[in-house]
């Protein structure tokens, strides 16, 4: 196996081993490498200052390799390994400044200017994957991972309009050279591995390589995209021992959709899950447009969210209401065993998970014609906020219109996300509303925190299953 990462950055070939590997990516840019125009203000991937482009792995992605916005602040640099990363610093210059700057200029869009390189990035990213114009709501949409506290976003936006789809592809073809491509899958063609005093980082190239890293037994940290990581290590000093990365198994970015069926494995992250249900199922992919934003979506995965085991965790409850089913990769006989999602979470923050297993993927059923789904995350703020409740209610009728499935799963309101069965059970054998509505008063468990109180949440089970069950005609 190798003992040190390579990625390219703006145009450079780099090559970096020991304790920076384990540094922050803008840390690395800022103190090792001079790049000071990525900015770092919040530290937990909410502001967007710190916003750089990064392709994926290019051992992965081949030709189809695309730069996405992400934010450095919350990226190990041992997580660019096989990548190429562009910083502010390489869209423009000052002889010759990319469009998007000279836009900002001219609008009069900066004025501290701190969270100016993220917001040209941003942007920068969006005009090159999009052969049109964007509107003014497109751009908003991709915006929504940038704060600014001087301008005001109207300047900004009007920056943005400017620009007639003249950019696409314009940094993938400067970038993203057959040479450099090239060069970055010959150099990570084989394992990684390495050491420092404080802790060590594994790699595994494909699932033989995988199973052999796990039978060590030596408590490893999985690390699928980190952005929850990232955020304990720059706010609590968290920072794992070992580290055992999936960023070089091709075969856990294949998404697949088959018949009514979706399967994503552990590197497919939230983004190119929600335009694979762009046309499956367009209430999922409008859901997920509330959760994080483009920075975050772009690295952050379902198989994350889900091992995460967050009772508020955004995804759980629209999986638990689809009857997703968890397929765990085991050391012991190399197979992957299927579980039932509803039966994955043991307690708060525990998974049905042993020693040499980790989460190998997630399948879903997709909503057919004859099914309705209810979604819902009520929380403080409509973008990049932290759910107090999350629901995910399903129900399938026959050709008659006669009830004959139903499945009603929330989050927030109990120590791990759950599914109602009680009462659930209570609908489908005709029990009134009053005694369903009761019922599932009576399995969840709310507690007060600072997103809502014990009485808010159970008012909004009741007030959302209530509407539910009335616009299914449910529950007389």
């Known amino acids: 196996m190798r003992d040190s990462i390579e990625f390219v950055l703006n145009g450079r070939a780099r090559k970096v081993s020991g304790e920076d590997c384990f540094l922050n990516l803008s840390d690395y840019l800022r103190k090792i490498q001079g790049l000071t125009g990525t900015k770092v203000v919040c530290a937990e991937g909410d502001c967007g200052a710190c916003s750089v482009l990064k392709s994926p792995p290019v051992s992965i992605s081949g030709e189809d390799t695309q730069f996405e916005v992400v934010n450095s602040c919350i990226l190990l640099v041992a997580q660019l390994d096989g990548c190429v990363v562009l910083t502010v610093e390489a869209l423009g210059s000052l002889a010759q400044l990319h469009p998007i700057q000279s836009a900002m200029a001219e609008n009069h869009a900066s004025q501290c200017g701190f969270c100016t390189p993220g917001f040209v990035v941003a942007l920068a990213d969006m005009m090159e994957s999009h052969k049109k114009p964007c509107s003014e709501q497109e751009i908003k949409n991709h915006l929504t991972g940038n704060l600014c506290r001087c301008t005001g976003y109207q300047s900004i936006i009007d920056a943005a309009k400017t620009q007639k789809g003249s950019l696409f592809g314009r940094l993938k073809k400067k970038f993203l050279s057959e040479k450099t491509l090239s060069h970055l899958s010959s150099a990570t063609d084989v394992g990684l591995r390495f050491e420092t005093e404080a802790a060590s980082f594994v790699a595994p190239r494909d699932r033989a390589e995988l199973i052999d890293v796990l039978k060590e037994n030596l408590d490893y940290r999985i690390l699928g995209a980190g952005t929850d990581l990232g955020v304990q290590r720059n706010k609590h000093g968290v920072a794992p021992t070992r580290v055992l990365s999936l960023h070089l198994i091709k075969e856990l970015y294949e998404l697949r959709v088959r018949e009514s069926q979706i399967f994503v494995p552990a590197r497919v992250t939230l983004s190119e899950l929600r335009k694979a249900l762009l046309t499956r199922s367009r209430d999922l992919s409008n859901f997920l447009d509330i959760f994080a934003s483009p920075q975050i979506k772009n690295v952050a995965t379902l198989v994350g969210n889900v091992a995460n085991a967050s009772p508020i965790a955004d995804t759980p409850p629209f999986l638990l209401a689809l009857n997703a089913r968890v397929h765990v990769l085991s050391s012991e006989d190399g197979e992957i065993h299927e579980i039932p999602l509803v039966d994955f979470y043991v307690a708060y923050k525990k998974l049905k998970l042993k020693a040499g297993e980790l989460i190998w993927a997630i ?56 599914r109602l069965k009680q009462t659930e059970s209570s609908v489908l054998r005709g029990a009134s509303r009053e005694e369903v509505l009761s019922l599932a008063q009576e399995e969840i468990r709310p507690l007060s925190d600072l997103r809502g109180s014990e009485n808010y949440r159970r008012l909004l089970v009741h007030n959302y299953l209530d509407s539910f069950l009335e616009a299914q005609g449910l529950a007389p």
Not at 389 to 418: Q, Y
Request: proline fraction near 4%; hydrophobic fraction near 40%; aromatic fraction near 8%.
């Open 363 to 418: 399948s879903f059923d997709l909503p057919q014609k004859n099914e309705e789904l209810f979604l819902k995350k009520i929380s403080q703020r409509k973008d990049l906020d932290i759910s107090c409740v999350n629901m995910g209610f399903w129900s399938k009728k026959d050709s008659k219109g006669a009830l004959n499935g139903l499945r009603l799963a929330i989050g927030g309101v109990a120590e791990k996300p759950i």
